[in-house]
T-cell receptor, first 108, second 115 residues
Framework: GQQVMQIPQYQHVQEGEDFTTYCNSSTTLSNIQWYKQRPGGHPVFLIQLVKSGEVKKQKRLTFQFGEAKKNSSLHITATQTTDVGTYFCAGSQGNLIFGKGTKLSVKP | DSGVTQTPKHLITATGQRVTLRCSPRSGDLSVYWYQQSLDQGLQFLIQYYNGEERAKGNILERFSAQQFPDLHSELNLSSLELGDSALYFC??????????????FGPGTRLTVL
């Protein structure tokens, strides 16, 4: 069936370091969404990318959608302790398929 | 606050029992989705309802069932509970359209513990 793979599963960084999580699909996606789940919280929608090669920025977060619309990435510049949580990508082919998430921990 | 409410927040029960989880979507949203999240696991899609009708089914066990009522709130029924059913259960809703690719707004979740 449809699958969205996300790597890495865990990432530990020192505060101030950059962080990137990658999302890959074996099939072309109509769009991709990113969600963040803080520890003890619920997933919260961050952004949606629709166009091939699209790049969107939210402050220190940069989201990219691949040219083939099969992959995406989320890059955080100069991580802060407030960035801690699990980041999920969710790919759409009509149905929204969530990746397993990347759990980010930040050491102050 | 996403506008999606879920009750109860916590639920502790024993194996073999049956429980009902409740979800009220955001005002105006017609779609409700249910997800299961086990410890350190991703979001497992269970089922979607749109305006009272089942729209899509995921990895939902036969012991589990759901429904959406005319006022659009939804209930997830879990029966013959097993230890492995212990998890966070999230409800999400999305705007009219009914496609699972619409942005989903998640409730705070119900933490189910089966002893």
């Amino acid at each position: 069936g449809q699958q969205v793979m996300q790597i890495p599963q865990y990432q530990h960084v020192q505060e101030g370091e950059d962080f990137t999580t990658y999302c890959n699909s074996s099939t072309t996606l109509s769009n991709i969404q990113w969600y963040k789940q803080r520890p003890g919280g619920h997933p919260v929608f961050l952004i949606q990318l629709v166009k091939s090669g699209e790049v969107k920025k939210q402050k220190r977060l940069t989201f990219q959608f691949g040219e083939a619309k099969k992959n995406s990435s989320l890059h955080i510049t100069a991580t802060q302790t407030t960035d801690v949580g699990t980041y999920f990508c969710a790919g759409s082919q009509g149905n929204l398929i969530f990746g397993k998430g990347t759990k980010l921990s930040v050491k102050p | 606050d996403s506008g999606v409410t879920q009750t109860p927040k916590h639920l502790i029960t024993a194996t073999g029992q049956r429980v009902t989880l409740r979800c009220s979507p955001r005002s105006g949203d017609l779609s409700v989705y249910w997800y299961q999240q086990s410890l350190d696991q991703g979001l497992q899609f269970l089922i979607q309802y749109y305006n009272g009708e089942e729209r899509a089914k995921g990895n939902i066990l036969e012991r589990f069932s759901a429904q959406q009522f005319p006022d659009l709130h939804s209930e997830l029924n879990l029966s013959s509970l097993e230890l492995g059913d212990s998890a966070l259960y999230f409800c999400a809703s999305s705007a009219p359209g009914g496609h699972r690719s619409d942005t989903q707004y998640f409730g705070p979740g119900t933490r189910l513990t089966v002893l």
